[in-house]
């Protein structure tokens, strides 16, 4: 092929680029006005309802003597669950030199962002004086599993931010240079964050370095991040929460939600932005059996975190594995182990139950099936305390959240959410000038 047609041909190639994946930034419709005004809605409503918990005091929820960690903290550990997708992606995939995560690995970083950012705020929403925010900080005790939390959140928290970012400054001197018809304090955002960008050699082997680097880092932070999670219950005797595989148990169920949350904004994008040419169908089977691969790892840590203690039936172990098989937990027990783990796992082994909309249903159950299961890791420990629980109230005996508390846990979902919204309306959802790579483009052609 003469240059003068193959530089064409380049040119169309990369204007087509630019007009499938800018999309989701210039894309304003009814759809989009309605997605927002839908999680300010949650969000307004979680803001007016934590307003009333500070004026009222921690009374206003369900949590009681006994249950002192409810929903807030099961919703906690699911956020920090979700966040370690970014990890599973973005580092140990990358550095094993799997060329087909490219289109997926912005998906994860943002979901591992926006999660992690959350997780934070999750924990001062539980506060019942949330003014002492820094105490946590100024009065450390190097031995709290506590202090360790906070410093692993914040320091994945910073990761997570280079690593959706760096490999962004690239799209972000094109958006600059080439995008039309967005507003101009969002120009003005491109060419600050572009950092002067202009493509050269010595800038290209900059990025590559960093990643590599950060992609390394984010491994012991991210393994870090759940297993220390996983300590502040781990380090009691408590029935249920007395267990030393804690820490593999809670990662590996992250990684099970954090592939689920990352099929499900990938299906979304791919209808929503018209997607199919590069969220395709091969991409869907393989994270289906991503998510088979770590499922099945996680249902060996369930079976090891049941059939021991179940084994030895200590008598206080024995009363809550009965609540969660038989009694008042047992429904929604089976649910998460058949609905949100087990049966999934067997459809997913199935190539028709890989393709998009199948994988997309499954996911969504074991997503919820994910959240369900923080829950019952938190609230029946609490109910089986090693004292009897006797004079005091009816309502100590039990827990069920109250309105309130279920609109402060809606908050940061609903932040989550709107913080995934807006990354996706700033910037590509899929890398670009990675793409563009692939695709034989080289990097001249990328900055003409």
């Not at 179940?310 to 009694?327: P, V």
């Not at 998009?356 to 305390?385: C, D, E, M, Q």
Request: hydrophobic share 50%; no cysteine; proline share 5%.
């Amino acid at each position: 092929m003469p240059e003068k047609h193959a530089k064409k041909d380049t040119k169309l190639y990369l204007s087509q680029l630019d007009k499938d994946l800018n999309r989701s930034i210039v894309k304003h419709d009814l759809g989009s006005q309605f997605w927002l005004l839908f999680l300010l809605l949650i969000i307004g409503t979680g803001l007016y309802s934590y307003i009333i918990q500070l004026r009222d005091g921690l009374g206003v929820t369900a949590m009681r003597d006994y249950v002192s960690w409810g929903l807030y903290i099961s919703n906690f550990v699911f956020f920090v669950a979700v966040s370690l997708v970014g990890f599973l992606i973005s580092s140990v995939l990358h550095l094993l030199g799997y060329k087909w995560i490219t289109p997926i690995t912005r998906i994860a970083e943002q979901i591992a962002l926006a999660a992690v950012a959350l997780a934070g705020i999750i924990i001062i929403t539980d506060m019942g004086r949330p003014d002492r925010v820094l105490n946590v900080i100024k009065n450390a005790r190097f031995a709290s599993p506590i202090f360790w939390d906070v410093t692993v959140i914040t320091t994945y928290l910073a990761i997570s931010t280079l690593l959706i970012y760096i490999p962004l400054i690239p799209d972000i001197a094109r958006l600059r240079d080439k995008i039309s018809g967005v507003p101009k304090i969002q120009m003005k955002l491109y060419n600050i964050l572009s950092l002067g960008w202009h493509g050269s050699d010595e800038q290209f082997s900059i990025i590559k370095k960093a990643m590599k680097i950060l992609a390394i880092l984010v491994i012991p932070v991210a393994l870090a991040i759940h297993t220390v999670t996983s300590w502040l219950f781990a380090a009691t005797l408590r029935p249920g929460w007395d267990s030393t595989i804690f820490g593999p148990y809670f990662v590996t169920g992250a990684f099970v939600a954090g592939v689920a949350a990352v099929i499900i904004l990938m299906y979304v994008y791919r209808n929503r932005y018209h997607l199919k040419n590069y969220l395709t169908d091969k991409h869907f089977d393989k994270m289906g059996k991503l998510l088979v691969l770590v499922a099945f790892i996680y249902l060996y840590f369930n079976i090891n975190e049941f059939l021991v203690p179940g084994f030895k039936m200590r008598k206080m172990e024995g009363i809550h594995l009965q609540e969660l098989f038989t009694g008042r937990f047992s429904l929604a027990f089976w649910l998460v182990q058949i609905g949100g783990l087990a049966l999934p796992m067997i459809l997913l082994l199935f190539k028709p139950f890989r393709k998009p909309t199948p994988i997309f249903i499954i996911s969504l159950a074991v997503l919820t099936g994910a959240w369900i299961k923080r829950y019952l890791i938190v609230v029946p420990t609490l109910l089986h305390p090693y004292l009897p629980i006797q004079n005091v109230p009816e309502n100590f005996m039990t827990y069920f959240p109250s309105g309130t508390e279920i609109m402060i846990a809606a908050l940061p979902i609903g932040i989550a959410l709107l913080v995934i919204t807006l990354l996706a309306k700033l910037f590509p959802v899929i890398s670009l000038w990675e793409i563009a790579k692939e695709n034989g483009v080289s990097k001249e052609d990328l900055l003409s």
